[in-house]
């Protein structure tokens, strides 16, 4: 070990010899020190009598005086230990190391004493319930992918009825048109029924005619023939009267859903824009349906029309008026006025007053 010094302070009173020695002869002479108290009694001198003796009644006491006290120090050389394992001796280690195990099988012993019954049982269910919690929302995130899917499909259906929905009502709109149509042409048959009934009114005169006039009959069979062949040259008027008034209504009416079929183009909004050639076959088309061939003209020759300059650029303004003037011309040739080309009522009427009938030659051309 490592020797350490340490210095103890001890305070006592004593005195040295020769401060007593001084301190004595200082003195008087039968003074006694008070060493118990560390206190000395100065004693007065004593008084002889007459006859030699010394009288003890006269001494009296003087003022007690301290005694200094004196400091005495001691050295004292200690041996400091070393602290520490390394300190210790063998068998101090063997009790540490046995005191050290004992704690740790008592707290082993405490743990397992303390462990919560059915821990592990627990922990194992919650386990269980994690994984199938997790499963769960597994589930719920593939369900909540297919409900995603499924949501962009009705967008997608949603869309597409929209436009169901758009295309339904542009074609209710042109059934509307057709419906007008067909009602003027209704109203145009009703008239046609009632010149015709007046026709049979006047044939049933005719028969009854015939029947009041039989017994004459060979006597005015020239009259008779002269008659019914004014009538037939009647009836044929008027039938070819009525087919002209058929193809001009149907000349007139070419546009009415012209913007309905056309709707939305820039040339519908505005009738001076140009038609683009991407559409020029679509619009002849319309004119076909609508009018060529209903009125047997031929579409190459009112494509060859629609080339002129008066008609290029082509807008809907001048489509409309191009229309007006080759169906007009055309209408012109079908049916002419007295010291005009066209057909005559023979032709008509050899061609069943069907203008399919008509032989090439016959049909209007304007190129021709």
Known sequence: GIEKSTRKTVFAYSCTISEAANRSSKMPKDTKPDVENGMVTPQKPKKVGMDGSVSRDDVSPAKTAPMSPQTITIDVN??????????????????????????????????????????????????????????????????????????????????????????????????????????????????????????????????????????????SLEQITA?????????????????????????????????????????????????PTTDFNSIMDYVSNRVLDELCFDRDDFTVFLGLPEYTPLTSNRLNAAMTIYTARALDWYFPERNENGLSHDDWSAAAFDCENLKATQRYRFSS
């Not at 008034?245 to 000349?251: D, E, F, P, S, V």
């Open 78 to 219: 200690e041996r400091s230990r070393s602290r520490g394992l390394l300190g210790m001796t063998l068998k101090s280690k063997i009790m540490a190391a046995g005191g050290l195990g004992l704690v740790g099988g008592l707290a082993y012993f405490l743990l397992q004493w303390f462990e919560i019954p059915g821990l592990e049982a627990q922990i194992d269910r919650l386990e269980g319930e994690v994984d199938r919690l997790a499963n769960e929302n597994n589930r719920f995130e593939s369900l909540n992918n297919e409900l995603n899917g499924t949501v962009r499909e009705l967008k997608g259906i949603n869309i597409a009825l929209n436009d169901t929905a758009i295309e339904l009502e542009e074609t209710n709109q042109e059934l509307g048109f057709k419906v007008a149509d067909l009602e003027q042409q209704n109203q145009v048959f009703e008239e046609q029924n009632g010149k015709l009934s007046k026709t049979v009114d006047d044939l049933v005169l005719i028969s009854n005619f015939l029947n009041e006039t039989s017994e004459g009959l060979n006597d």
């Open 227 to 275: 008659f019914l062949a004014d009538q037939i040259a009647s009836n044929q008027a008027i039938l070819l009267g009525t087919l002209e008034n058929t193809y001009r209504q149907r000349k007139d009416g070419w546009n009415c859903d012209y913007n309905s079929v056309f709707g939305g183009r820039t040339y519908t909004q505005n009738y001076n824009a140009e038609i």
